[in-house]
């Protein structure tokens, strides 16, 4: 045999393991869990803390709910150390249900909810705050954190307990000078609330044998008051794939689209609102050289549009027509084709602090022939089953009737693979489920991002 420093190399034989090393085994796995599960109710014992001290911490107690996304929970917990950000709504003084919805400038409006629970009774406060379109992360974040102590300092005076919690809270206004407040006076909006953007942008990436990029730019320029709502949009996409084969044969693929738009809208009431639209474009992934849609509808909310951030549950209803001038003669040969149309959508949304869902039933029928339409469903929720535990749930349902722009002919494996055209289809499905169950401290809010790059 082999010697390394004098030692002789013994081959490694597996020996099946016997009852008394099994036994062993499973002692030690137990011991380490027991001594992890235990460990923390020890040290505590040992510190003379016990949770009936925690529990009599006099700090307020928030659970942060942002479902809209765009809140930055670490920042918030550093920001306001005086709270306890908990992990379960059913622990928290304060249920903070953050809601946004797109603004007339294209930024974002915040609707802040306090809804009190637990040591506060009952009780709901509702803050607004709005953000203008490319604000930066941090400027966003700290506007939010500012409303948010606006809205939890007064609710955190009235909780009971030690009144030197009261005493360290301070309140400071910072007042604006004589000359920022003629400024602010004087100032008006020489866009007569005309907001406009301009982007470009694009993609790519490459391997030995494949390579594509995408280019893509847009215009908008919309109006929104109480009264009008009135949106311009222009946009534009070149995609292009180049694929080398085993043959070394080169294949290469290119995409367009582009459309142009533009929607006026009335408001008539709180829940009633009329208007008009008319697009027009090319697709070629559609088989479309040009098309032409213009629409005239009228939609009702249950709930009056100042809710919107929280719920609406809307009817709409719309009559129009469609013109398609194709690149291809389609399946019923038409080259061109003008239709008429009508379309019904019945969707709500609601955002409370039992979860969010949201659904949509849409119909769309051509009127020259009854047999093309298509109805679809879309539906999406999160619900709080109980103490930590959460179901999402996401489905669509299709069916379609309505292809026209099919062209006529079997697409070839080069266009199916690469997705350059729509394919002929019946039916469309898709679902997802999923639980989430949150469990352990309610009041671990420690901030430590140490080594979160490595993952």
């Not at 869990?33 to 016990?50: D, K, M, N, R």
């Not at 222009?234 to 995609?239: A, C, K, W």
């Not at 019946?426 to 489920?433: G, P, T």
Request: net charge positive; proline share 3%; glycine share 8%.
């Amino acid at each position: 045999m082999p010697k390394i420093l004098g030692a002789r190399v013994r081959s490694a034989r597996f020996r099946p393991p016997t009852l008394a090393r099994a036994f062993t085994l499973a002692f030690a796995i137990v011991s380490v869990l027991c001594t992890g599960l235990l460990a923390p109710l020890s040290l505590s014992a040992q510190s003379g803390v016990s949770d009936s001290a925690t529990v009599t911490d006099d700090r307020l107690r928030v659970y942060l709910d942002c479902p809209s996304g765009g809140c930055d929970r670490n920042f918030f917990i550093t920001e306001m150390p005086y709270a306890i950000w908990t992990q379960d709504r059913l622990d928290a003084d304060i249920h903070l249900l953050i809601t946004a919805i797109t603004n007339g400038s294209g930024g974002r409006e915040y609707s802040l909810q306090f809804i009190a629970q637990r040591r506060l009774g009952s009780g709901t406060d509702t803050l607004l705050l709005s953000v203008p379109p490319n604000t930066a992360d941090d400027s966003r974040r700290r506007s939010l954190s500012r409303m948010i102590q606006i809205g939890l300092v007064g609710r955190a005076a009235r909780v009971r307990g030690r009144a030197a919690f009261a005493d360290r809270l301070i309140l400071r206004y910072d007042a604006p000078s004589a000359a920022e407040s003629f400024r602010q006076t004087a100032a008006r909006d020489r866009w007569n609330l005309w907001v406009y953007r301009a982007d470009i942008g694009g993609n790519g990436n490459a391997e030995s044998r494949s390579s594509n990029y995408e280019i893509s730019g847009g215009f908008s320029a919309r109006r929104i008051t109480e009264t009008w709502k009135i949106d311009l949009d222009l946009n534009n996409e070149y995609r292009a794939s180049t694929f080398t084969l085993s043959s070394a044969e080169k294949r290469s693929f290119v995409l367009r689209s582009g459309d142009l738009s533009s929607r006026v809208v009335r408001s008539i009431s709180e829940h009633w609102s009329i208007g008009g639209r008319m697009q027009g474009g090319l697709s070629e992934f559609r088989n479309q050289d040009a098309f032409v849609a213009t629409d005239l509808s009228a939609e009702y909310n249950v709930f009056p549009w100042r809710e919107a951030t929280s719920r609406q549950l809307i009817a709409l209803v719309a009559l129009g027509s469609r013109f398609y001038d194709y690149r291809e003669t389609t399946i019923y040969d038409r080259n061109s084709e003008h239709r008429p149309v009508m379309r019904a959508i019945v969707a709500g949304e609601s955002r409370q602090p039992w979860g969010t869902a949201d659904a949509s039933l849409r119909y769309t029928q051509f009127l020259h022939d009854q047999s093309r339409y298509n109805v679809s469903f879309n539906g999406r929720t999160n619900l709080r089953l109980s103490r930590g535990l959460s179901l999402e749930l996401r489905g669509s349902a299709a069916k379609v009737q309505d292809q026209l722009f099919l062209p006529r002919g079997d697409a070839s494996d080069d266009e199916v693979l690469t997705r350059q055209r729509a394919l002929g289809t019946a039916y469309r499905l898709s679902a997802s489920v999923g639980l989430a169950f949150t469990f352990g401290s309610i009041y671990n809010s420690i901030v430590n991002p140490r080594l979160n790059a490595i993952n």
